[in-house]
């Protein structure tokens, strides 16, 4: 069984920081790829952050330089600095074992999510 839970997310002003978490087994952690997705009212679910159970990680581009990732083994965490409005979403984490195209970051290519939790960044 492949349980996810998400934390960490809340209210914060633009050029604000969020640290979010995805609670997992450690097993999980460390022989599954895993990503951060996002959905904002009205639009489709886009891929935030990817990591691979090999170490690789890939970055969408619009939070390259802001967003970055880390593991220990009970979490995957979405460290999300310089925030902005339009990074206001709900906050996915996912998870699939061998990923084959995991650098496009689509999340149809990922069986298991969490829950959510909601990011709102005020201008």
């Known amino acids: 069984v492949v349980h996810l839970v998400e934390s960490g997310g809340g209210s914060v002003q633009a050029g604000g920081s969020l640290r979010l978490s995805c609670a997992a087994s450690?097993?999980?952690?460390?022989?599954?790829?895993m990503a951060w997705f996002r959905q904002a009212p009205g639009k489709e679910r886009e891929g935030v952050a990817g990591?691979?159970?090999?170490?690789l990680r890939n970055f969408a581009e619009s939070v390259k330089g802001r967003f970055t990732l880390s593991k220990d083994n009970a979490n995957l965490y979405l460290q999300m600095n310089s925030l902005k409005p339009e990074d206001t979403a709900m906050y996915y984490c996912?998870?699939?074992?061998?990923?084959?195209?995991?650098?496009?970051?689509?999340?149809?290519?990922?069986?298991?999510w969490g829950q959510g939790t909601q990011v709102t960044v005020s201008s």
């Open positions: 996912a998870a699939d074992r061998e990923v084959k195209n995991w650098w496009q970051l689509s999340p149809r290519d990922y069986n298991y």
């Open positions: 450690g097993a999980i952690l460390s022989t599954y790829d």
């Open positions: 990591a691979r159970a090999n170490g």
